[in-house]
């Protein structure tokens, strides 16, 4: 009988060992910042541009996705010219920031397979539906192809400026905000 307890105990624990880990999504490396070239970095939008030296954290993976994801919405301009970079990766297209359309970290935009899809983010007690057009690369970054911007952290939902009005953020509080989203 405790011969069968412990075999039993056993399985529990790794399946549970193995639910945990498939639920953690740890930092996949770091690349170093490269100083941008004058005028190469848009910081509209308060955009960060790299730091040469230094280190930044990369991510292949983002946490699980659930009924109520939690996030990070951030703001992006999705329109030629803007801090964006260039073209969405879904569509090769740019935006209008008047649209509701979001880039997903690495891990959540899943190699482009929710493209075109809608989210429902929710924050500020409002909802909005809005479009995944691109990704928020959590795997490269500071170079030209990224507008010399650092790689995404694995939780975020990169938000237009539409977005942001309709959960009805106040323009000076545009920028950084905790969210819940789903599919």
């Not at 994801?69 to 030629?80: D, G, M, P, R, V």
């Not at 569509?91 to 970290?105: E, R």
């Not at 953020?169 to 969210?179: A, C, F």
Request: proline share 5%; hydrophobic share 25%; charged share 20%.
């Amino acid at each position: 009988m405790n011969r069968f307890l412990v075999i039993v105990l056993f399985i529990v624990l790794t399946e549970t060992s193995i639910q945990i880990s498939a639920q953690t999504c740890k930092p996949s490396g770091s690349i170093r910042g490269r100083k941008p070239p004058p005028g190469e970095c848009n910081t509209e939008n308060d955009s960060e541009c790299c730091v040469q030296g230094k280190f930044y954290t990369t991510y292949t993976c983002s946490p699980s996705v659930t009924s109520a994801t939690k996030a990070k919405l951030t703001i992006n301009s999705f329109q030629e010219g803007g801090d964006g970079g260039g073209p969405s990766e879904c569509d090769n297209q740019y935006h209008s920031n008047d649209t509701p359309v979001v880039a997903l970290s690495t891990g959540w935009y899943k190699g482009g397979s929710r493209c075109h899809k809608f989210i429902t983010i929710n924050g500020n007690g409002r909802s909005v539906r809005a479009m995944v057009v691109d990704e928020c690369d959590s795997t490269r970054g500071c170079d030209a192809d990224h507008d010399y911007q650092p790689p995404c952290p694995n939780n975020i939902v990169d938000g237009s400026k539409a977005v942001w009005k309709a959960l009805g953020v106040s323009k000076d509080n545009w920028g950084d905000l905790d969210v819940t989203w789903s599919e």
